[in-house]
C-alpha cells in the first residue's frame, strides 16, 4: 500500500508541476479600461495585440502535416506573427482558411497610437473583416 501512496503522490506532483492552464501572450500590454463585460470564446479566436511601440502581433491556429511512422498526421499549431498594420488582413484571411467562423480579438495597449490602430481597422475593413471584438480591463463603478 504505502509504494501506491508514493507512486500517486509522485504522479499529482508532476501534473502540478507540468499543468498550464493558460498559453502565455506574445506581448503583455496594458488594456484601457471600460465597463463593458462581454465574455469572449475560449476557442476559435484570432488575436491581435498592437504595442505601445505600435508593433502588430497576430496570434492564430495553423494545421501542420507531420509524418507520424510513415502516416501523415494533420494537427493544429499556435502560431505567433510580427506583422505591419497594413498586413493584418493576410494572416485574418490565413487563420480563416482552416477557421471560418474564428472570431477576431483587438488586444490595444492603452498607450499605442490612434494612426496604428485607425491602419489596423482600415485594412480589416478593406478586406470585408468587419466583425471583430476590442479587449479592455473591467473598470468598477465609482463608489461600489
Known amino acids: 500500500m504505502t509504494p501506491m501512496v508514493d507512486i500517486a503522490f509522485l504522479l499529482l506532483i508532476f501534473y502540478m508541476a507540468t499543468t498550464t492552464f493558460k498559453p502565455p501572450e506574445t506581448k503583455a500590454v496594458t488594456l ?3 465597463y463593458s ?3 469572449l470564446p475560449d476557442k476559435d479566436i484570432i488575436n491581435i495585440t ?7 502581433f497576430v496570434d492564430y491556429l495553423q494545421s501542420v502535416v507531420m509524418i507520424i511512422e510513415g502516416q501523415e498526421i494533420t494537427t493544429l499549431v499556435r502560431k505567433y506573427a510580427e506583422t505591419d498594420p497594413s498586413r493584418v488582413d493576410y494572416y485574418i484571411n490565413l487563420a480563416r482558411l482552416k477557421n471560418p467562423l474564428a472570431l477576431v480579438v ?5 498607450n499605442a497610437s490612434y494612426g496604428a490602430m485607425q491602419t489596423v481597422m482600415e485594412t480589416m ?3 470585408n473583416l468587419r466583425r471583430f471584438q476590442l479587449v479592455t480591463d473591467p473598470k468598477t463603478p465609482e463608489g461600489s
Open 32 to 34: 484601457p479600461k471600460s
Open 37 to 39: 463585460q462581454i465574455k
Open 50 to 56: 498592437v504595442t505601445k511601440l505600435d508593433s502588430v
Open 125 to 127: 475593413q478593406k478586406n
Open 106 to 110: 483587438i488586444k490595444a495597449d492603452e
